[in-house]
């Protein structure tokens, strides 16, 4: 038993640690940077404010209200909102109901134009594998019908060969109309793409104010 005792006490310690906040942290900590910094990047108020508040500290408490409060005016802009919705990062309802008003839509057309080019960009695979495919099957079709067509193949070999080449003809058939539809799909979706940065916010993409 002994000797799991360390392990046991180390344990312990980094759980206490986990709860805990030293008293003269709360009072010396800059609690207007820590809240400026948690609003400027949208995260939820720190577990430790919730700890000096139950302290009674109520000036610690308004320093980072009024810090996260600063952070978030730069947070929830449209343009940050919109730059946000392009990176694909996930928006957690952090901005004020006021400030959301304006934020939501910048960020709702930035998520929609990350979607678009994602959705580009699987069409583009799905096109590269099934294109490489066709041409995979066009060259054994060839390959068989040489071998159809060469003196030294017996009769009974041409008879397998006519049906092995029928059926990768009906294959090449569907792969072919597969890429149609693929290509038609990234034609309308890079049509879609375009219209979305066409209009953005202040009628430019990338400059969202």
Known sequence: MSRYLPLFIIIMAGLQGCGSLPRDECQTADWYTIGYQDGRRGRPETDRLAICAKRDMPAQVASYNQGRGDGLKQFCSPRNGFRLGLEGA??????????EQQFLPAYEQGKEIFDAELQIRRLREILHVNTSELRN????????EAEMAAQNTTAERRADLLLEVSDLQETLAMVETEISGIEAALE???????NLRGRSVTGDSRSVR
């Open 90 to 99: 996930q928006y957690n309802s952090a901005c004020p109901a006021g400030a």
């Open 188 to 194: 309308e979706e890079s049509r879609r793409l375009q």
């Open 137 to 144: 099957l066009t060259v054994t079709v060839q390959q068989k």
